[in-house]
């Protein structure tokens, strides 16, 4: 059974940092370019960032660049998004997603086939 399982959220002043992790289980992880997507209430899900299975290629979200920093651990099947400068406008719930196995990493939601629960980042002004 995969699993995915995102933890690092909380409540952050604007300009503070966070790091979100998603554990990953049940697949082939090393195998699996991994993703981070995020929902405000009212929208739709965006991308954020994203990771090539060997971890030698991301992308991110153009207005995140900078900011964000995607980076993955394959022996401990963990991926990570170091959050800086946080803005009000970075609330969300934020969700880690792992596409098919051997692809390279993409911007589209729809092509991710496997998705965690989600953690809530909220950010204070």
């Known amino acids: 059974q995969v699993q995915l399982v995102e933890s690092g959220g909380g409540l952050v002043q604007a300009g503070g940092s966070l790091r979100l992790s998603c554990a990953a289980s049940?697949?082939?992880?090393?195998?699996?370019?991994m993703g981070w997507f995020r929902q405000a209430p009212g929208k739709e899900r965006e991308f954020v960032a994203a990771?090539?299975?060997?971890?030698?290629?991301?992308l991110y979200a153009d207005s995140l660049k900078g900011r964000f920093t995607i980076s993955r651990d394959n022996p401990k099947n963990m991926v990570y998004l170091q959050m800086n400068s946080l803005k009000p406008e970075d609330t969300a719930v934020y969700f880690c997603?792992?596409?098919?196995?051997?692809?390279?990493?993409?911007?589209?939601?729809?092509?991710?086939?496997?998705w965690g629960q989600g953690t809530q980042v909220t950010v204070s002004s």
């Open positions: 997603a792992a596409k098919p196995f051997r692809e390279e990493p993409t911007m589209r939601a729809g092509e991710y086939d496997y």
């Open positions: 049940g697949l082939t992880f090393s195998y699996r370019a």
């Open positions: 990771v090539s299975w060997r971890g030698d290629s991301t």
